[in-house]
């Protein structure tokens, strides 16, 4: 079974950093795609950052140059590293999995396994 568990969420400053980690338990295949998403209406969550097995990677326009997606395959854990933040990146963050190719940031319905998000919120 696999699990993916998030952490590090919590509140900071705009203009401030932050540093998110999604540990993945149960995972058998040698490749994958793994992805950042946050959730931005009451059922639509928005791809943010994406990185494969070989370490490509993928970012929404709106995070590119402020957000660093990484991964420790040695400890199964993926890492999200927020920058500059605003408070419109004020979200529920999630983590995913899945056997597919990353083509871009991540498109929430590809994606079959999940974490259970942690808050992430920006004040001014």
């Known amino acids: 079974q696999v699990e993916l568990v998030e952490s590090g969420g919590g509140s900071v400053e705009s203009g401030g950093s932050l540093r998110l980690s999604c540990v993945v338990s149960?995972?058998?295949?040698?490749?994958?795609?793994m992805g950042w998403f946050r959730r931005v209406t009451a059922i639509e969550r928005e791809g943010v950052a994406t990185i494969d097995d070989e370490g490509i990677t993928h970012y929404a326009d709106s995070v590119k140059g402020r957000f660093i997606v990484s991964q420790d395959r040695a400890k199964n854990t993926m890492y999200l590293e927020m920058n500059e933040v605003t408070v419109e990146d004020t979200a529920i963050y999630y983590c995913?999995?899945?056997?597919?190719?990353?083509?871009?940031?991540?498109?929430?319905?590809?994606?079959?396994?999940w974490g259970q998000g942690t808050q992430v919120t920006v004040s001014s």
């Open positions: 995913a999995i899945d056997l597919l190719f990353c083509t871009g940031p991540g498109r929430a319905i590809d994606f079959g396994h």
């Open positions: 149960g995972w058998t295949y040698s490749g994958y795609c």
